[in-house]
């Protein structure tokens, strides 16, 4: 797929590339992998949400705390770097030079990160860094409100949707794959709940913007939604 893609002039190719969608769309998966078709840079903005998360949660602050997260947000230099191991990442997530990468994974960020990322305080503070990142262009970047707030004149906007059903049972395989347990149903309503307030929020919620291309892709393999995007790019 690179080499067909790299036959294309570079200057009719899309810079800034704006991928949003709900939770366990395969948003990480089809932008990590378009991002290294095209050798851009792959920037998963959830990952700054989570880092916040769990940092908080770590140093025992009440959530329902606007003004303090905001804070913790506002001071806290978050980095996001390529993956310097291969145990399945898909990049560094740095904190004051500490490693959190699986630290934001964890069932307890996932269950909260949605509270958190609703704050209005929050989202300036990261979505300022998200911008100045996004703006240098040659760059793939993930999340709920990139075509929408972040980046609204991005080159290709892309939104993948999928049922709570297929994105639950795609979370669930994916960490039964990582040798872990999980219960289908559990997840499925942790699916359901975040996407609940990720949509309702007042603050950049989550929505295609108008000039998005959206993808249904619960009948679709990972090639399948792949060929397709890499289709956009041209
Ligand atoms: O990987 P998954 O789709 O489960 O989530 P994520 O992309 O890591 O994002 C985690 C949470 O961060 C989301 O549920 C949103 O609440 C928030 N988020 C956001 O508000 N805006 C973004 N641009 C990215 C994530």
Known sequence: MKEIYNTMPSSNRPSMIAIDGPAASGKST?????????GYLFFDTG????????????????????????????KTQIDVAPASKSDGRACDVLVAGR???????????????????????????????????????????VGRDIGTVVLPDADLKIYLDASAEERAKRRYDEIIARGG????????????????????????????????????????TVDEVFEQVIALCK
């Open 181 to 220: 347990s999980a219960d289908y149903h559990n997840i499925l309503a942790k699916v359901i709940e975040r996407d609940r307030i990720d949509s309702t929020r007042d603050v950049a919620p989550l929505k295609a913007a108008e000039d998005a291309v959206v993808l249904h892709t619960d009948k679709l």
């Open 30 to 38: 089809i932008g990590l992998r378009l991002a290294s078709a095209l």
């Open 99 to 141: 490693d959190i990468t699986w630290q934001t994974r964890l069932p307890e960020v996932d269950a909260n990160v949605s509270v958190v990322s609703a704050y209005r305080g929050v989202r300036a503070a990261l979505s300022s860094q998200q911008r100045r990142i996004g703006k240098r262009g040659q760059i793939v970047m």
């Open 47 to 74: 990952l700054m949400y989570r880092a916040v998360t769990w940092l908080a949660l770590d140093h025992d602050m009440n959530l329902h705390d606007e003004a303090a997260i905001t804070a913790l947000a506002e």
